[in-house]
């Protein structure tokens, strides 16, 4: 049987990603910069995690640059995925914390030195904070 490739995607467009943006232009590229691609990884991470310091982080930048490149001239397409982006991590730590207090988290627990078991922990008090967090 001859091998065949997967049929390649066309590139995302606005319709098709609501993460698509238009990346901030610089007129003088500097090695370890804001590059495209690391500005594009930069929101993914955003859309992840719903952290800016924790996103600029992961792709090896700060948090104060990634808000200085948000207030670029011509950043307008990096904002509004910018603000997705931080309502998807946002969304998706709530949903990661919510089946955290609702079907718990294992904790090994160990006796003289040597893991015995594990006991399944409930964080009810999380629970708690988010029930509240959602009647405001």
């Given at each position: 049987m001859p091998?065949?490739?997967?049929?390649?995607?066309?590139?995302?467009?606005?319709?098709?990603?609501?993460?698509?943006?238009?990346?901030?232009?610089f007129a003088v590229k500097r090695f370890g910069g804001w590059t495209p691609d690391r500005q594009r990884q930069f929101i993914?991470?955003?859309?992840?995690?719903?952290?800016?310091?924790?996103?600029?982080?992961?792709?090896?930048?700060?948090r104060d640059s990634a808000y200085k490149?948000?207030?670029?001239?011509?950043?307008?397409?990096?904002a509004t995925a910018w603000d997705m982006a931080l309502e998807?991590?946002?969304?998706?730590?709530?949903?990661?914390?919510?089946?955290?207090?609702?079907e718990g988290y294992i904790v090994p627990y160990f006796y003289g030195g040597v893991m015995r078991g594990e006991v399944r922990r409930y964080d009810n008090r999380l629970l708690f904070a988010l029930l509240k967090a959602r009647s405001k």
């Open positions: 091998h065949t490739s997967p049929a390649r995607k066309a590139p995302l467009t606005r319709e098709d990603d609501p993460l698509f943006f238009t990346p901030v232009p993914y991470q955003l859309s992840r995690i719903g952290v800016v310091s924790a996103a600029a982080k992961a792709v090896g930048m700060s490149l948000r207030g670029r001239k011509g950043a307008d397409s990096f998807m991590g946002h969304d998706n730590a709530n949903e990661h914390a919510i089946t955290r207090a609702i």
